[in-house]
Structures are given as C-alpha cells and as structure tokens.
C-alpha cells in the first residue's frame, strides 16, 4: 500500500491541534489557509487522521493502528477527499453526479500511486453542485467503522465559480450550519479571499506558515529523489512551499512545470522590456495554447521577475527571488532601463490579465494584451525612443 508522505513543518499548529483533539475541543470546521503548496492538502488530511486514529497522543496520531495506516494510503472509508476536478466532458443533467464521483476515484486512484505533485493554479477545475450533492448524501450517512466521518474539501474557493449559481455553495453551507452528528470537515483554501464569506464565517480559520527554505530542500532530497544542489535551487524559489518547489525540479530532461512557466514568464517581461515593438507580437503568437490552464500562475511569475527587475534596478539584490538569473537581469535592465516606480502601475494590468485568465478567454490573445498594456505602464520604451 502506497503511503502518504510525513507532514513536513507546521510543528506549532498541529500541537495545538494535538491538544485540541486530546481535550474534546477540536473545531467540527476548519480552515487551513496559507499559500498554494505550502502543506494544507496534506496537513487537512494528517487532521482526520487524527480523528479517526484509534490511539491518538499528544502529539497526534499513533501511525500505527489500522485508522492510522487506512488513512495514510488514502484508503479509510471514513475520510472523504473532495477537491476540484475538470467538468466531465459531454455529460449533463443526471449522469453529471455520476461522472464527476468516478472522476474523482480516478483522481485518488492516480493521487495513491503519486502522492507528490506540484501545486498549480487551474481555473478550469471546479467544486461542482453535483459533487457538493454527492458529498451531502455521504454526510446524512452514519460513518463506516469509525465514531466519525471526515470531510476534507481542498480548495474550497473552487466551489462553483464557473456556474452563475451559488447552489453548490448554499449546498455545503447548510452540511456546515448544521453538521449530522460526527460529521467533521476541514477546508483548505489559497484564496480564503475568494471563499463565501458564509463560509468562512462558519468555519475556525489556521494559518499554514511558508517552510523554511532548508526544510523545503531537505523534503525534496528525502522523498522526492532529488539530489543536493537541485532541491537547493528549487528551494530557493519555492518561497517555502513545497508544492511550490515540486514544481522546479526537473521532469527527466524537460525542466519542470513551473521552471518551464517560470522561462515562459521571462520571456514575457523581455517582450515588455524590448525597444523593439514587433516582438510583443511575436512573443503572444508563440505563447502555446494548451497554456491556458496555467495563465493564472503564469502571470505570478511575471509578476515576480517585474519586482526582481525593479529591485534589482534599485539596488536591493536581497529581495530578488529568481537569484539564480541576476547576471541576465542585469543586462537586461542596461538594455532597457526600468524605474522601480513605473512598477506599481503594472500591476493593475496583471490583476486585469488575471481576472480574464479565470474567464477561460483565448490565452493568446490575454498575452499579447498583457504585454501591450506592460509596455506603456512600465514606460521604459518612450524614454529610450524619446532619448535616441
Ligand atoms: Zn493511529
């Protein structure tokens, strides 16, 4: 049997939440909220685990009892997974409930044989009605050979945005108004922002703090087959998430999902950068159309490298996440000399790239219109034009 990897960090809260457990005190709802990749998937799943263990200690689980070994393979008929998953592609009406409960055994089928897999945005995944219907006809059930049942639902911000109906919401909300008894749920959430503020209200918010980044590296050495120096790079742009950092290492001898957005990203800033016009065009016509599952986390990267182009044209080389590309900052910034002021004025313009990302509009043309509107916010070009 497959076997979920240890939590790595979050020591603190799960000592309170050890204690909690111990003392009858622990919250029928939890929120664990914190950046994508840092832990919450794996931490909300390490919570039922300790309330479903037979023999739980102070400072959780026993990892031993058969509740224990059930729900580390994701295998215990009491612990119930829910998460985002891609629409079901040409089924409706009734047979959609079906489809997306045999989409979601597939996923924990292929989430047991691979329990480590890089955290990625995705606004084509939804938590659909369908499935929130699912999960109450499971929750007005008594559990299956323990004293409670678990719910976890990650990312839970995904309940229904891409349906003009905020049912599936209601749906969960009125499971946690009014828990059957020994009925517990753990949500998780990147964007707590974006959840209902019902929601949010009905639930004990935690905050999942960024790892350190030698515990990030060290995790990646230890179970994800990395050696020394790639998990330290991977680390150093991880910003202490490990999902985060999954994402960096080298899938064989293509870079990584998000090393290969993160270039991707770059070349975007360069096209921005570029005196020459012609080249934001040819950079949005090139951009892969399959990308459009990950413009949202593509433009974050952009983001970033703009705040690394700035502080680097600032002097402060401290803050500059991509370390690794100084030298190529550098030149590019005595190609194209950015004020770190202009900074604050593009970032509207990603919010905006953002927000039509998460309309699922044509990826190419959010590109170019990205770029295009960078290439005035930032203003680097008028003075090179206005100069020569
Ligand atoms: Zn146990």
Known sequence: MTHLHPVAGHEEPRRVLARAHATGGLPGAILLHGSRGVGKQRMALWIAQLQLCERPGPDGPCEACRACRLALGLEHPDLHWYFPLARPKGVGGDRLGDALEAA?????????ARPLRP??????????????HGLRKRALQLPSESRVQVFVIGDAEYLVPQEASPEAANALLK?????PAGTRFVLTSSEPGRLLPTIRSRSVPMLLSPLATERVAAFLVEHAAADEPTARRAAALSQGS??????????????????????????IVEAALAPDRGRSYLTA?????AGARTL?????????WIRDVAALSSGARDRILNADAITHLEKLLRDSPLEASRVAASMPALEQARELARGNVNPQLVVSGLVRRL???LGAREAVVGGG
């Open 296 to 304: 949202v986390e593509l433009f974050g990267h952009v983001e970033e």
């Open 104 to 112: 979601r055994a597939d996923a924990l089928i292929e989430l047991r």
């Open 175 to 179: 499971l946690l108004e009014e828990p």
């Open 119 to 132: 955290s990625q945005a995705d606004e084509l995944r939804g938590l659909y009605l369908a499935l929130v």
């Open 375 to 377: 290439r005035r916010e």
């Open 242 to 267: 490990i999902g985060r950092a999954l994402g960096f290492l080298p899938d064989g001898d293509d870079p990584g999902p998000a090393e290969a957005l993160r270039r991707e990203a770059l070349r």
């Open 285 to 289: 016509l090139e951009f892969p159309v």
